[in-house]
């Protein structure tokens, strides 16, 4: 089992920045990919950008160039940084982990909310 456990949600003016954490316990080292989510009132949940194990970024062309998704392997935690917000990206962010031990399996954070104002 993996336990993700997102911070770093808030209130930002347009234009400005803020960095999500998740952190992973339980058996994070059977973590192949990890990724953001996001959920706006009344919408469906949007993939944000994917890490694997090796480095290796994707991200929604929404936010390409404003975001940056990295990982700590050492500290069992993923972060994404984000410049430039809109107030389009007003959501709640939710960290996504997928685990291969003891069987592949995906897993959810609770969720952190992220306002952007104009």
């Known amino acids: 089992q993996v336990q993700l456990v997102e911070s770093g949600g808030g209130l930002v003016q347009a234009g400005g920045s803020l960095r999500l954490s998740c952190a992973a316990s339980?058996?994070?080292?059977?973590?192949?990919?990890m990724g953001w989510y996001r959920q706006g009132p009344g919408n469906q949940r949007d993939w944000v950008a994917t890490i694997n194990s090796r480095g290796t970024t994707n991200y929604a062309d929404s936010v390409k160039g404003r975001f940056t998704i990295s990982r700590d392997n050492a500290k069992n935690t993923m972060y994404l940084q984000m410049d430039a917000l809109r107030p389009e990206d007003t959501s709640v962010y939710y960290c996504h982990a997928v685990g291969l031990l003891p069987t592949p399996n995906e897993y959810w954070g609770q969720g952190t909310q992220v306002t952007v104002s104009s």
């Open positions: 339980g058996l994070s080292s059977s973590i192949a990919v």
